[in-house]
């Protein structure tokens, strides 16, 4: 969704103009993605290891496979994220067991403590809307109990966790590129891992011949993957965005921290704002409050041009139609619910199981940031904040409201017309 230029419409015609549309033998925009790409992750670290791939969803699918998860295995899911978090743990051939998220609307460490069984392999953390999931308390909880950790980070491109990217945390982290992301080719996806051994598995689950390009290790035993390579206009598109990507996040932080402080006074009047478990860090894609009540939620939410976290249409558990029907292939014998490994996992879903995440998710509106937006917009958005706080907790006079427009002028801030290249 983002921001996408000239630069980016360069870099994808120099590809088709030298019909070097694929990665190997041809190309080499894929490969300098992923260097560049797990340099920026892991600040240069030599054990750092990107493997590309066409979506989020698949970029989880490949990290589950490669840590090893499948028939028999549960994996812990947050109630609230986009379906995927889920299905790709059912592409895997496990079963995920939903759990509640907490005020920062991220997992709730609690909720995976309890959930926590005999059967229970993994847990992927999301950090949603751009908001760091509580890692610290994660990893403790994972470690106590031996689960793998695997982050999904589709949502939180270039943020970080006190200092260490996200994704870059678990084990195994899942990227997405798609068009509402940070950093966005249409479409795409990336798997990151500190170690050689899970990169070859995944590379290996995103291309079963991507041996006969990239050779093999002594070994290593070949498995049939799905294959979903990623094309050389979707690595020249990233190059360029990568560039973006620094710039983007700092101002989205600026923003935010100009927002947050300039509504602190409102706490007084009961406009709680969310916590984050890594404020100074995070991508700060949004700024997230908390209301007292769902209707005060949708009063402010509109007057505020924000989102009900709640009210999104397909990040509750109770939108995951194909999981919660238990529906986790096309084919019944290649559906891990019908699995005799998973006839001990717990898939007793319910509409009601996750009610005190349902009641969250109602009350916490988010904010938009826009790296593009000037001060005056962003001045503007605080102050349709404070107007949409009075009318929704102080009851003022709704037709009275002046709210100010809040749409980014600047919209050249970020076209830039070349990037340079390394
Ligand atoms: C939290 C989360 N996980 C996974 C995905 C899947 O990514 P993709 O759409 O690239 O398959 C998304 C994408 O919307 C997401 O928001």
């Known amino acids: 969704m983002y921001i996408v230029g000239e630069a980016e419409a360069e870099a994808a015609a120099r590809v088709i103009r030298e019909g070097a549309l694929f990665r190997y033998g041809v190309g080499g925009e894929c490969d300098r993605f992923e260097a560049r790409y797990a340099d920026y992750l892991s600040g240069g670290s030599a054990d750092a290891h990107v493997t590309m791939t066409v979506s989020g969803t698949y970029a989880l699918t490949a990290a589950l496979v490669a840590a090893g998860i499948g028939p028999g295995d549960e994996v812990v899911v947050p109630a609230h994220t986009y379906m995927a978090t889920a299905t790709a743990v059912l592409a895997a051939g496990a079963i995920p067991v939903i759990v509640d998220i907490d005020e920062s609307i991220t997992l709730d460490p609690q909720a995976l403590e309890e959930a926590v069984g005999p059967r229970t392999r993994a847990v992927i953390p999301v950090h ?65 891992t500190s170690s050689a051994d899970l990169d070859q598995l995944v590379r290996c689950s995103v291309d079963p011949c991507h041996f006969y390009w990239d050779g093999r290790e002594e070994g290593f035993t070949p498995f049939a ?63 997230f409050y908390l209301l007292p009540t769902t209707e005060a939620a949708t009063i402010f939410s509109e007057l505020a041009s924000g989102v009900i976290a709640g009210k999104t249409g397909r990040h509750n558990y109770t939108e995951w139609d194909q999981v919660l029907a238990k529906q986790g292939a096309a084919h019944p014998q290649m559906n891990p619910f019908n699995f005799p490994e998973n006839a001990e996992c717990r898939a007793d879903y319910d509409p009601e199981m996750c009610v005190r995440s349902l009641d969250i998710l109602d009350r916490t509106v988010l904010i938009p940031m826009d790296p593009r937006h000037a001060p005056a917009e962003v001045e503007a958005i605080a102050h349709n904040i404070e107007v949409a706080a009075r009318v929704a907790l102080e009851g003022r006079d709704r037709s009275s409201a002046e709210l100010r427009d809040t749409t980014p002028l600047d919209r050249q801030k970020f076209d830039l017309a070349s990037v340079d290249g390394d």
């Open 225 to 287: 993957g799905l294959g979903a390579r990623a094309s050389e206009i979707t690595g020249a598109i990233l190059n360029v965005q990568l560039d973006r990507l620094p710039g983007m996040v700092e101002s989205m932080r600026t923003e935010r921290r100009q927002i947050l402080e300039a509504t602190q006074p409102l706490e007084a009047i009961g406009l709680t704002q969310s916590p984050m478990h890594s404020p100074d860090w995070d991508c700060a894609a949004h700024a």
């Open 128 to 192: 949603m809307w751009g908001t760091a999931a509580n890692m610290d308390a994660i990893l403790e909880i994972a470690e106590r109990h031996g689960l793998v950790v695997i982050e999904d980070a589709c949502q939180a491109v270039g943020g970080s966790y006190e200092g260490r990217r996200l994704g870059t945390i678990g084990l195994l982290g899942a990227y997405s590129f798609n068009y509402y992301k940070n950093m966005t080719a249409g479409e795409g996806g990336a798997v990151y």
